[in-house]
């Protein structure tokens, strides 16, 4: 095994392996930049490259190393414009945006970068140890438990709501019932379609992402008239300061990590929940919630390493069985077989150091970008004081092509539009855009594995001693906030301030 | 008056520089004529599916290999409409697509479903498409987890309790062949829908939440899990959907067989004949209604001399992908026979469609 391990590294880093994962975390950078241009759609335009690749850990080099970036970078258009940069780096906008209004741009991308490192290492790091445990850690979790899982997804939306609960819940909903649009897997009916082929398919999330979070700050920085830092701060950047961060709140990072890796193990749930869990998580540990969306870097931190996190666990699935764990993954499987691999039990005996080679490749991929982010951060942070008028153009053209690129129809702007405005009304009225984000997410999960679970096993699984134990951890969760609050009510009253 | 000649002198001398200049145009018209209307040209292929599907594999590697047997060699360009199961591409290029030969969509086989249920979304007719072939027939069985009761299709039909299937959703084939099935033979399957990808429902297979899923042969023998599932014996395969039994799979009976040895009325083989033709369509290409017979022609010859080109062979081996051609009059003739159906197919085809 160790020697696998060793051999995985050498192979990576040799003549012409390492270069392919060059070329790979160059395009995964400006990737993941780009809003709404994502890992996923690129992977499937370079897979036709990778076809001349004949290794197979050149060929991975490039596709995983590309892949592993774009998390990365995706965070730092995020926290720079307020722009998700991936689906999965939406969550940093909360914290990381008002940071750069509050020119601590360096500090938040320093944060932001070295927690998404940790948590790709981490992340990869599970990938290692879990190999002789992976079989048994896969099943353990079917469509029962799923179900429970998302429900427990949908109840962070108490700690996503910020100030009025109610509006919280009441967003939380809305995000549900959009969730129902499209047609329905269990009978076949068409569902709030409103005779649009469009909306058969459900409402795509980057479009409503992009739109509910991006286009309310570029209004907002255009009425305010100024650049994106409102102030010039003593020190300009800080990218220091927000790698120490990371080590200050070192167990957070690691627990979000872990948060990550969970559920980037669990089909169909990945990066996009995970971020929420991990930033909901975040939030609730903070002394004084009152700063939550306000610029914690608990915030920043939380997100930043579990979208990371979840690639290793994504890989789990797809070593173990064979079975993709993402559609990511579903692309990436297809280039092993035409290098002539076959994941899945037998590769594991047979060529163990290819899947130890992944490993590495995630750790290198993102310690090669860090460096290369740190080289250029101050640069990047700069961004933030150029005025307004100059950036909103060429904001505005990224965030929809951008939203385009989601299915390249025409559609996909218009619900960028609308979710634009929505979301501006929303800010407008101090209602949380998140609980919104996580129904819309999470509805569809939930529905199809309540109907499959009762399809399944009618009312047994209620009984699972799984199910029990997660319905149990789900009202732990549910009612931790208000023990804490009560608690320390002496202290402090609830939360204002609008996430 | 001297500038009077001089004005003269400018205005011949730019009439001359125009005529010199648009003279070349004049011969082009002539050129062009002797040309292959191909030459120059940009055939556009819509592909109903995202990026790295395997509808978008297929025409990405037939995009590379097709322009060489096309007179004229003409650029190919592949463009992603999702959307509706392919639904939306369909209506694009019948609709929208000019019937100039130089648009055509990569489309679901079973999208003739929703024609005869009556979807009212659907904005073509069927029969009309310009078939121009289809690089691969598809064609589907069942398979069912091995330490279960149900060893054959016999098991399946006098069993107390339905085995359960994994399907994605209603209008996958997971959902309606089991259905089939129950038509057809009487076998009786307890259909669980909902799960998001195949993979997903294999997962379930291996935890026992379900024990059976429809889905293509090739798939079953491209990939993992499904070796490791063969050697252990994980898995039994119960029937298949071909019209003769697969050389993989010898030893399981089709449906066709089993209809016979069941005496399955007529009107319910009508209906397997209509849902299976679906499989024999395979992965078709099609163009726009009225396209010229002298470019179909062209588009239908290239068509089989890239499936017969032996590079392309090569490239579809590597990739993976399975070729076994159908012709553009194959596909045109099968369209015509599953459109012309009587009523009480149409009703029979809701039922096992979930409408």
């Known amino acids: ?499 | 008056m001297k500038s009077e000649k001089c004005k003269m002198a400018r205005v011949t001398s730019l009439v001359l520089t125009f005529a010199i200049c648009i003279l070349p145009f004049a011969f082009i018209q002539d050129l062009y004529a002797q040309a292959p209307f191909y030459q120059g040209k940009t055939i556009t292929i819509i592909v109903g599916t995202k990026a790295g599907d395997v509808y978008d594999l297929y025409a990405r590697a037939i995009a590379q290999f097709m322009p060489k047997h096309i007179p004229g060699n003409p650029n190919f360009i592949v463009q992603n409409m999702t959307g509706a199961g392919s639904l939306i591409a369909a209506n694009h290029v019948y609709n929208l697509g000019k019937p100039d030969g130089l648009t055509l969509g990569a489309i679901f086989p079973a999208l003739y479903f929703d024609q005869l249920t009556g979807r009212k979304e659907v904005k073509f007719d069927w029969t009309k498409f310009t078939w121009i072939g289809s690089p691969t027939v598809s064609n589907h069985f069942i398979y069912m987890r091995a330490d279960t009761p149900y060893k054959t299709i016999d098991d399946v039909r006098n069993a107390k309790e339905a085995p359960k299937c994994g399907s994605t959703g209603t209008a996958s084939t997971g959902y309606y062949m089991p259905k089939l099935f129950e038509e057809t033979i009487g076998a009786k399957f307890n259909i669980v829908t909902g799960y998001q990808s195949g993979g997903d429902i294999d997962l379930a297979a291996e935890r026992g939440e379900i024990v059976c899923r429809s889905f293509t042969i090739t798939a079953y023998h491209a990939r993992e899990p499904f070796h490791t599932w063969r050697k252990k014996g994980f898995v039994r395969e119960l029937v298949q959907t071909g019209k003769k039994r697969d050389p993989r799979l010898p030893n399981v009976p089709t449906i066709y067989e089993l209809m016979e040895k069941y005496k399955t009325p007529e009107d319910a083989r009508r209906l397997a004949t209509v849902i299976l033709a679906a499989g024999d369509v395979g992965r078709p290409y099609v163009g726009p209604p009225g396209v010229p017979p002298d470019r179909v022609k062209i588009l239908r010859e290239a068509f089989v001399k890239t499936m017969n080109d032996a590079d392309f062979k090569g490239e579809a081996a590597k990739r993976k992908l399975e070729l076994d051609l159908v012709s553009g009059e194959e596909l045109e003739a099968l369209a015509k026979e599953v459109i012309a159906q009587p009523p009480e197919t149409v009703e029979r085809m809701k039922r096992v469609l979930g409408k």
Not at chain 1, 129 to 145: A, T
Request: aromatic share 10%; with cysteine; proline share 5%.
């Open chain 1, 1 to 499: 095994m160790l020697d696998a391990f060793v051999s995985g590294f050498w192979q990576v880093v040799a003549w012409p392996a390492f270069g392919y994962l060059l070329i790979g975390i160059a395009i995964g950078f400006f990737v993941g930049l780009l809003p709404g241009l994502g890992g996923l759609a690129t992977l499937a335009l370079m897979l036709p490259f990778s076809y001349t690749i004949k290794q197979p850990v050149e060929a991975f080099c490039f596709l995983l190393g590309m892949l592993a970036v774009t998390g990365t970078t995706g965070d730092i258009t995020s926290i720079l414009f307020g722009i998700p940069g991936e689906g999965s780096s939406a969550a940093l906008i909360l914290d990381g945006y008002p940071m750069s209004k509050k020119g601590e741009a360096g500090r938040a991308l320093g944060a932001a970068i070295m927690s998404s490192v940790v948590g790709a290492t981490i992340g990869a790091l599970s990938l290692a140890i879990s190999i002789p445990i992976m079989r048994p850690l896969v099943l353990l979790f079917g469509s029962p438990e799923l179900f429970i899982i998302a429900i427990m997804g949908i109840s962070f939306i108490g700690t996503l709501a910020g100030s009025s609960l109610i509006k919280g819940l009441l967003a939380g909903g809305i995000g549900l019932m959009l969730a129902a649009i499209g047609v329905d897997p269990q009978t076949g009916a068409i569902r709030y379609t409103f005779g649009s082929l469009y909306l058969w398919d459900r409402l795509d999330i980057i479009p409503v992402t992009v739109g509910l979070f991006a286009i309310p700050e570029i209004v907002d920085l255009a009425v305010r008239g100024t650049s994106i830092a409102e102030k010039r701060s003593e020190k300009l950047t800080g990218v220091m300061e927000g790698v120490k961060d990371t080590f200050r709140h070192f167990w957070l990072v690691m627990r979000c990590s872990l948060i990550g890796v969970y559920f980037g193990v669990l089909p169909v749930l990945g990066a996009n929940v995970a971020q929420w869990m991990a930033y909901g998580h975040a939030v609730q540990g903070l002394k004084d919630r009152n700063l939550a969306g306000k610029g914690a870097i608990e915030g920043v931190l939380g997100p930043g390493s579990a979208n990371n996190s979840t690639r290793g666990g994504d890989l789990i699935p797809t070593v173990a069985f064979g079975i993709p764990g993402s559609g990511a993954m579903a692309l990436l499987l297809g280039a092993l077989l035409i290098v002539g691999l076959q994941p899945g039990p037998e590769m594991l005996k047979t060529r163990l150091d290819v899947t130890f080679a992944m490993v590495w490749i995630l750790i290198i991929a993102n310690i090669i970008v860090a460096a290369l982010c740190f080289l250029i951060l101050n640069q990047l942070a700069a961004l933030t004081f150029i005025r307004g008028g100059l950036l909103i153009p060429f904001l505005l053209l990224l965030v929809f092509i951008g939203s385009f690129t989601a299915n390249n129809s025409l559609n996909d702007l218009v619900v960028t539009l609308i979710s634009g405005v929505v979301g501006y009304y929303m800010v407008l009225q101090g209602w949380p855009r998140p609980p919104l984000i996580l129904g819309l997410i999470l509805g569809k999960i939930a529905e199809n594995y309540l109907w499959i679970s009762t399809a399944a096993y009618g009312t047994k699984w209620l009984l699972f001693p799984s199910v029990i134990f997660l319905i149990v951890l789900t009202v732990v969760i549910i009612a931790f906030p208000t023990i804490k609050e009560r608690r320390g009510r002496a202290r402090y009253e609830r939360p204002e301030g609008t996430i």
